[in-house]
């Protein structure tokens, strides 16, 4: 594991000749990240997708595509050999984007992390491009985190100290993607996937009774192994980032909606939460009337133009949100005074 200064050292940015310099503007535009990241006319990450752990394509195609672009970057980090950062800025104050990128076996991005790798990723060249031609102090880390699926990759990230010390990060930052269709559509389609008999809370319970039922029928001698991994933890969202977020996109003419209702998905996002301010926004992809996560039909709707392009908007917002906390010594005291009342 990797704790105090050594983990502090991974985590400043330092002073270097900015890879966003004038003369490479003309490189960082969103339509090269489209071709290079999302795979518009060559391999992507969509393409070819790599289950926990094992997202060794992803991990190679961010980090040398922030390299040509002439980012510092650190491959294989934190203990996870598929996990990666990319540093921007000249110390301070430092913002984190949060990029996941690994797929389910056998049906590939039914999650659409695909999209929010492609986010983060569009996110943290975007904030680097003011901070580089308006002179902003900070710092700008792009963290690669696998494993969501299944491992809750962050939980293994914070052991080994990706977010060390937890008081020099003022916001870590994640957009994630859900299907955009009406509430009556969504209603519906739970209520035909039931007829179908597709429910998630009858097979916990019939697995529950079925288990209580084998435990009592068990043979001495008999033994059940069972395999721990660590908690998804509810997400705790900062109140100061969302509103600052509703406020910038009132701003663009906007609306956004600040959704205090528990929503009933798990990410690993909610471990980080507990740490460092934490924003976990949402952005809609296109998807007809019966698409729903973990499901070959959402894995579609995830490869197609529509859905990067939304996640492009969102890249933009979530670079907005990170120039704001750089700037802004209310907002970033604020993001922490949150996390503290929090804690209380």
């Not at 969103?30 to 752990?53: E, M």
């Not at 491992?151 to 100290?161: M, V, W």
């Not at 959704?259 to 980080?272: F, Q, R």
Request: hydrophobic letters at 40%; proline letters at 4%; charged letters at 20%.
């Amino acid at each position: 594991m990797i704790y105090g200064g050594k983990a502090a050292a991974l985590n400043t940015c330092r002073h270097h000749t900015s890879p966003v310099s004038r003369r490479h503007e003309d490189r960082l535009s969103y339509h090269r990240l489209q071709t290079s990241v999302a795979g518009r006319n060559q391999p992507s990450t969509t393409r070819q997708p790599g289950a926990c752990l094992q997202e060794f394509f992803a991990h190679d195609l961010i980090v040398k595509y922030l390299e040509s672009l002439g980012f510092q970057t650190r491959r294989s980090t934190w203990n996870l050999e598929t996990s990666f950062e990319a540093l921007y800025g000249d110390g301070g104050r430092q913002v984190v984007f949060c990029a996941e990128y690994d797929a389910l076996p056998e049906i590939g991005h039914a999650c659409g992390l695909n999209l929010i790798a492609y986010s983060s990723v569009g996110a943290f060249l975007g904030a680097a491009h003011p901070m580089a031609t308006l002179g902003i102090h900070g710092c700008l880390r792009l963290l690669g985190t696998p494993a969501e699926e299944g491992l809750c990759g962050k939980a293994a990230l914070i052991e080994a100290g990706a977010f060390n010390p937890p008081e020099d990060i003022a916001a870590a930052i994640y957009g994630t993607r859900h299907p955009r269709v009406a509430d009556e559509v969504r209603l519906r389609d739970i209520w035909y996937r039931w007829l179908q008999g597709i429910n998630a809370l009858d097979d916990a319970v019939a697995a529950y009774s079925n288990i209580s039922l084998l435990r009592q029928q068990m043979i001495t001698g008999c033994k059940v192994n069972f395999q721990t991994s660590p908690s998804f933890m509810k997400m705790r969202a900062n109140n100061t980032l969302c509103d600052a977020y509703v406020e910038d996109m009132a701003s663009l003419c906007v609306s956004v909606v600040k959704d205090g209702e528990t929503t009933p998905t798990s990410t690993d996002m909610g471990n980080v939460s507990y740490v460092v301010p934490s924003f976990h926004g949402g952005f809609a992809i296109p998807a007809d009337a019966t698409t729903t996560l973990h499901t070959p039909t959402f894995a579609s709707a995830a490869r197609t133009e529509a859905a990067h392009d939304s996640a492009i908007q969102a890249a933009k917002e979530m670079a907005m949100m990170a120039i704001r906390v750089l700037v802004d010594d209310n907002i970033a005291a604020a993001t922490r005074a949150d996390i503290e009342k929090d804690e209380d």
